[in-house]
């Protein structure tokens, strides 16, 4: 499949530390279609000063979460631009069950008011990693910070324990990498993101490859699967 064929709506799924991060950069790079974070949505219409970014500034300043409601109509709207035309990959979303039949029911209307719209119901890939290994990636994680080059202690060590290869900076261990945040983070993955995964698998558009594999591994079995994926297949237009 050349970077100029249409691969359909990708949808990364994993728990913190399975790797989305690296592989999503390389489909990205691999099919020239856009990678799309409801972060970045969400930081980009408050800049902007959008009529939602608004709404969601004030939500944000009370200290509030943005409601489902308001991040649909972002993303809802960034779907709808011209590079998407031939695929994307959604990055942070769906993350509940209600999410994912949201986008269903908004990429079924797309495809039902325009035949010739360029829109597909997602092609979901499934990154599976044992919840120990995933425990070892990711309290191991030590950063620099003057650089922020980012080392793991089992798996990518500097070549001097606690110092930075680059600049020679004490590394250090962030917040969000401590054991405990860690544990509740991988929880919550499981309460809210696991049903994303049951959902899709219901459907029949999930597939599972194994995250446990190094990087290069792990992309060639992302890489086959969406070879052997046809958006035609899955309600293409």
């Given at each position: 499949?050349?970077?100029?064929?249409?691969?359909?709506?990708?949808?990364?799924?994993?728990?913190?530390?399975?790797?989305?991060?690296?592989?999503?950069?390389?489909?990205?790079?691999?099919?020239a279609i856009p990678q799309?974070?409801?972060?970045?949505?969400?930081?980009?219409?408050?800049?902007?000063?959008?009529?939602?970014?608004?709404?969601?500034k004030d939500i944000m300043?009370?200290?509030?979460?943005?409601?489902?409601?308001?991040l649909y109509d972002m993303v809802a709207e960034r779907l709808r631009r011209p590079d998407c035309e031939r695929?994307?990959?959604?990055?942070?979303?769906?993350?509940?069950?209600?999410?994912?039949?949201?986008?269903?029911?908004?990429?079924?209307?797309?495809i039902l008011d325009n035949p010739k719209c360029g829109k597909w119901l997602p092609f979901v890939i499934s990154m599976d990693v044992d919840y120990n290994v995933l425990l070892l990636?990711?309290?191991g994680r030590r950063t620099c910070p003057t650089c922020e080059r980012i080392y793991n202690v089992h798996y990518q060590p500097p070549r001097v324990d606690g110092i930075c290869d680059v600049d020679g900076a004490k590394l250090v261990t962030r917040n969000d990498d401590r054991e405990e945040v860690i544990r509740e983070r991988l929880q919550?993955?499981?309460?809210?993101?696991?049903?994303?995964?049951?959902?899709?698998?219901?459907?029949?558009?999930?597939?599972?490859v194994d995250?446990?594999?190094?990087?290069?591994?792990?992309?060639?079995?992302?890489?086959?699967?969406?070879?052997?994926h046809s958006p035609a297949k899955v309600g293409g237009c």
């Open positions: 499949m050349e970077a100029s064929q249409s691969i359909g709506s990708i949808v990364l799924l994993g728990p913190p530390g399975a790797g989305k991060g690296t592989q999503a950069k390389r489909i990205t790079e691999r099919y799309i974070s409801t972060g970045d949505l969400l930081r980009e219409n408050v800049r902007n000063g959008t009529a939602l970014g608004l709404k969601a300043a009370r200290g509030e979460l943005v409601p489902d409601e308001l695929g994307y990959i959604l990055d942070g979303f769906p993350r509940t069950a209600a999410q994912a039949g949201w986008l269903d029911a908004f990429l079924e209307r797309e990636r990711l309290t919550a993955y499981e309460r809210q993101t696991r049903p994303v995964a049951e959902y899709y698998q219901q459907k029949g558009r999930l597939v599972s995250g446990m594999l190094n990087a290069d591994q792990v992309t060639e079995q992302v890489f086959r699967e969406i070879r052997n």
